[in-house]
């Protein structure tokens, strides 16, 4: 079974500074997805990157880029010139086709946004 | 397009009692999960379902948990009795299905035993 891990169970940053989340994962697997995902107190998760495995470039996403480390498994999120509206749960997860595509996630960061 | 809708929104039960939660997934998406996630925990899948056949139930516990997506659409999440543990906010979501289409969330029963 694939284990997700999120060592920091909170972080904070202050606005217009920049923050990484960090995640570990296990799997003996090549091909799969990772996700980062942020639940704010409405609790709807809300998808904020995803990258392939066998994509070597890193993903980016306006502020938000990960920096994956296959042989690592490491997946983490920075998050630049952060915002008020950062502040929130963040989960990583992971996908593959033997989890028959469902999430498996970690057990989240919480990220405080100081002005 | 609409998102997927959840009710209820909130719920307060005593243990022993039963409980319904329903999901309207996004109009054509052929894969549905149910997740469980207690207070300061990720998010546990509970069952996943393709059109209306299960794909995984494996963390069910089925000897109080059911759940069913008849004609492949809606779905309904059951538990009977309810137990104190059972405290938790349930997440429905949905996808196209297969691997790159992503998993989209509803907003989420939390459910409350006392």
């Known amino acids: 079974a694939q284990t997700v891990t999120q060592s920091q169970p909170e972080m904070s940053v202050q606005e217009a500074e920049t923050v990484t989340l960090s995640c570990t994962y296990d799997t003996s697997e090549s091909d799969y997805y990772l996700f980062w995902y942020k639940q704010p107190p409405s609790r709807q998760m809300i998808l904020v990157i995803r990258q392939e495995a066998y994509k070597q470039q890193n993903a980016t996403e306006n502020r938000f880029s990960v920096n994956f480390q296959k042989a690592a498994k490491s997946f983490s999120l920075k998050i630049s010139d952060s915002q008020l509206g950062d502040a929130a749960m963040y989960f990583c997860?992971?996908?593959?086709?033997?989890?028959?595509?469902?999430?498996?996630f970690g057990k989240g960061t919480s990220l405080l946004v100081t002005p | 397009e609409a998102g997927v809708a959840q009710s209820p929104r909130y719920k307060i039960i005593e243990k022993r009692q039963s409980v319904a939660f329903w999901c309207n997934p996004i109009s054509g998406h052929a894969t549905l999960y149910w997740y469980q996630q207690i207070l300061g925990q990720g998010p546990k899948l509970l069952i996943q379902f393709q059109n209306n056949g299960v794909v995984d139930d494996s963390q069910l516990p089925k000897d109080r948990f059911s759940a069913e997506r008849l004609k492949g659409v809606d779905s309904t999440l059951k538990i009977q009795p309810a137990k104190l543990e059972d405290s938790a906010v349930y997440l429905c979501?949905?996808?196209?299905?297969?691997?790159?289409?992503?998993?989209?969330f509803g907003n989420g029963t939390r459910l409350t035993v006392t």
């Open positions: 979501a949905s996808s196209l299905g297969g691997y790159n289409s992503p998993l989209h």
């Open positions: 997860a992971y996908r593959s086709s033997n989890s028959g595509y469902a999430l498996n």
